[in-house]
Nanobody, 126 residues
């Protein structure tokens, strides 16, 4: 069974940066697309970014384009989300997820993902 553990969240001032990491075990990491999602209090879980198994296909939500960068290190079984120019509206619990099927594209819908991490809190103060 796949296990995903996020880290790197915290409290940052607006305009600052954070890098989230998601370490994956129990899967052949290099075969699966990965996604980052976030959920703010009282809101639905939204897709933030995704990357396919090879790193050659990526997706970004319009709200984070130009500020966030997703990457993966298949040798370390880890996916990253580099977040810059953070805004208070980026405040949420961030989750990483592994796709249900191997060798797919960068899925942006939560239904394409089977394994989920526990989440890491990101708080951006104004």
């Amino acid at each position: 069974q796949g296990q995903l553990v996020e880290s790197g969240g915290g409290l940052v001032q607006a305009g600052g940066s954070l890098r989230l990491s998601c370490a994956v075990s129990g899967l052949t990491f290099s075969q699966y697309g990965m996604g980052w999602f976030r959920q703010a209090p009282g809101k639905e879980r939204d897709s933030v970014s995704a990357i396919n198994w090879s790193g050659g296909d990526t997706y970004y939500a319009d709200s984070v384009k130009g500020r966030f960068t997703i990457s993966r290190d298949n040798a370390k079984s880890t996916v990253y989300l580099e977040m810059r120019f953070l805004k208070p509206e980026d405040t949420a619990v961030y989750y990483c997820a592994a796709a249900a099927t191997a060798f797919g594209p960068a899925y942006y819908t939560s239904g394409a993902y089977f394994y989920w991490g526990q989440g890491t809190q990101v708080t951006v103060s104004s």
